[in-house]
């Protein structure tokens, strides 16, 4: 059978055209040329045709050796793709482990930032490229920060041009070795519908899996990598303490309810001005519980596992500072939540103190600005109220008590409205997230406040406060602690002094410093080149007069007047010189007093 009879059953119309059109034009040899000039017509590559005759007529080569060759490649191929596949899944399947890591999660941190400082993997072919910026702990040279055209400021205009940016994978396939092991990084990226109540309505939001595979099939080098990227990431966790706020609202999701936004320096316990006596008790109390044989302890006798304090005093008396030590001493992350914000419900509130770590710090600061009052307390204060404001119409005269009632109606129709518009946490649902029957056990809880007297005693009764600390105004003794602190060095040793006088201005043309002059009276900063100078380790006394020079600040300093950020304050305008900071006191103190007794905010005396 020839060409001409098979392609006459496949396509009777276009092939008896054809050999019609070859009859009376060519041979017979000249047959397959027809056909294949047909079938380029039929699947659409007519304007080939002329080319085809070109090869066969003029070169006397016949073309369909080539179609041939390229028909047996693409053959070839075809298979040899199908068998990748085949093999590439039996392997994928049977052989090789993997883990699934969502982006949510901290270990997608971890390894991400592992991957980001492995040279092989930055140096890939498919990187995303993301700006980091330094935070304000990290160090940072002295030579990479630029000045003025003075020389005497810091500029600091191309700070961010030289941070170099990080590299970690892109999304899509990556493989890299760790210990003679080859392993696989699949990042891949997909939009799903959020129908969420906390948003309201539906939302599209990106989501992202990573998955990670190793060769064989035991999963342990991948968790063996995943321990080692943790380890890493915490490498230096001891000297820091890490501050985590709820998620917005859009993203509060499972256990997606934290996000850190802060990693600071461990504070240590003697920069806290407290008194020692009551340092040792919380350290001790605090310490006792959270000792590995204290949950069975607690569990035997069947109490809750949890604990919490009142840090009550005036502001600045180092509330907020002292739980930032206890995180430190004890190597815990503190969550702070404010209950101020229009976006935590009770149900959010809940679904927060859920997802808490097995030890943590929890701050709840200035509890009694939440407002959280019962229901009868509230219709108590209110008739109080009126009943004081029926007693003052009396008195007044008749003309005013119209203009007051305005007033007072007017105020009650909006604190009504703000009333009903008011959404946030209520004192039952505060309660039920601290010791409800779902709540989280094994938490430090802590609330600072002002004024512990507005707070509601159900809030405060023993097993949801077990210890208050009081807080209250510097005394001597710490006032002195506070100027003691400022001037020793970085490593509680006092700064090296330089025989050569301070000064307060630039040399002189000729080379010479200018002689040394007191700044002015009223404590303004330094100026640029002596407060410069503070970081070179030099002071206007010597080691030895440092202590006596603290007493003699101290002296100045009345007993339970000023809070210690008042005092630290007005150490901080004159770190570099001490001397002058004892100098200048007695008039700092009579402007802060005087400022008090006129119930101004603008100080004199700074």
């Not at 539906?202 to 990598?225: A, H, V, Y």
């Not at 009333?419 to 505060?430: A, E, F």
């Not at 807080?471 to 025989?499: C, I, N, W």
């Amino acid at each position: 059978m020839d060409m001409t009879s098979l392609l006459r059953g496949l396509l009777p119309e276009a092939v008896e055209n054809a050999t019609a059109a070859s009859d009376n034009t060519s041979t017979t040899h000249n047959m397959p040329a027809n056909v294949i000039e047909t079938l380029l017509a039929l699947i659409g590559l007519k304007g080939f045709a002329p080319v085809y005759r070109f090869i066969g007529s003029w070169l006397g080569w016949d073309p369909t050796s080539l179609l041939a060759v390229l028909g047996f490649i693409w053959a070839t191929n075809k298979v040899i793709r199908q068998l990748f596949y085949f093999f590439y899944g039996f392997i994928t399947q049977y052989l090789m482990s993997t883990i699934h890591i969502s982006s949510t999660d901290d270990i997608y941190i971890h390894l991400m930032t592992w991957l980001s400082k492995q040279p092989r993997m930055v140096n890939s072919r498919a990187l995303m490229a993301e700006t980091v910026s330094k935070t304000a702990w990290e160090d940072e040279e002295e030579s990479t920060v630029a000045r003025d055209r003075s020389g005497l400021y810091l500029n600091f205009s191309n700070q961010e041009a030289r941070a170099r940016p990080q590299y970690i994978p892109a999304i899509g396939l990556h493989s890299f070795w760790w210990k003679g092991q080859y392993f696989r990084l699949h990042r891949k990226k997909e939009s799903i519908f959020d129908d969420g109540p906390s948003s309201g309505f539906g939302t599209f939001k990106e989501k992202e899996d990573l998955m990670i595979s190793c060769l064989w099939r035991s999963p342990n080098p991948i968790k063996q990598l995943l321990a080692h990227a943790k380890e890493q990431y915490y490498s230096d966790h001891q000297a820091r303490t890490t501050v985590k706020r709820p998620c917005p609202a859009y993203m509060r999701r499972a256990r997606n309810n934290w996000q850190q936004v802060a990693n600071r320096p461990v504070r240590d316990m003697k920069t806290v001005v407290l008194d020692q006596q009551q340092k040792l008790q919380v350290l001790a109390d605090m310490n006792e519980y959270l000792h590995p044989e204290t949950p069975h302890w607690y569990a035997n006798r069947g109490i809750p596992l949890r604990r919490g304090y009142l840090f009550h005093g005036p502001p600045g008396t180092g509330k907020t500072s002292l739980s930032f030590a206890l995180a430190g001493v004890f190597g815990l992350d503190i969550h702070v939540i404010s209950l101020l914000e229009p976006t935590l419900t009770e149900e959010d509130l809940s679904s927060l103190f859920s997802t808490l770590p097995r030890r943590c710090v929890v701050l709840l600061e200035d509890i009694d600005t939440a407002g959280l009052r019962r229901p009868a307390e509230e219709l108590r204060a209110a008739k109080r109220t009126a009943e004081k404001d029926k007693e003052d119409k009396e008195d007044e005269e008749e003309s005013h008590k119209t203009t007051q009632n305005d007033i007072k109606e007017l105020a009650k129709v909006l604190k009504k409205e703000s009333g009903d518009q008011k959404k946030g946490i209520s004192l039952s649902g505060l309660l039920n997230a601290i010791d409800g029957v779902a709540s989280h056990e094994g938490r430090v809880l802590i609330m600072t406040t002002n004024v512990p007297e507005e707070l509601d005693n159900a809030l405060i009764r023993p097993g949801r406060v077990d210890l208050q600390v009081e807080f209250t105004h510097a005394t001597k003794e710490q006032a002195r602690e506070l100027f003691m602190r400022m001037y020793e060095g970085d490593q509680g040793r006092p700064r090296h002094v330089d025989s050569k006088p301070a000064t307060n201005g630039p040399p002189t043309p000729d080379g010479k410093l200018p002689e040394s002059s007191s700044s002015s009276t009223n404590g303004h900063v330094l100026s640029p080149e002596t407060s410069s100078a503070v970081h070179s380790g030099e002071l206007d006394i010597s080691i030895d007069e440092l202590p006596d020079v603290a007493r003699q600040f101290s002296e100045k300093i009345p007993d339970g007047e000023f809070s210690p950020a008042e005092i630290q304050g007005y150490l901080l305008k004159r770190k570099k010189h001490p001397r002058r900071a004892v100098d200048e006191a007695h008039k700092w103190v009579a402007a802060v007093i005087e400022q008090k007794l006129n119930r101004t905010k603008i100080s004199q005396v700074q």
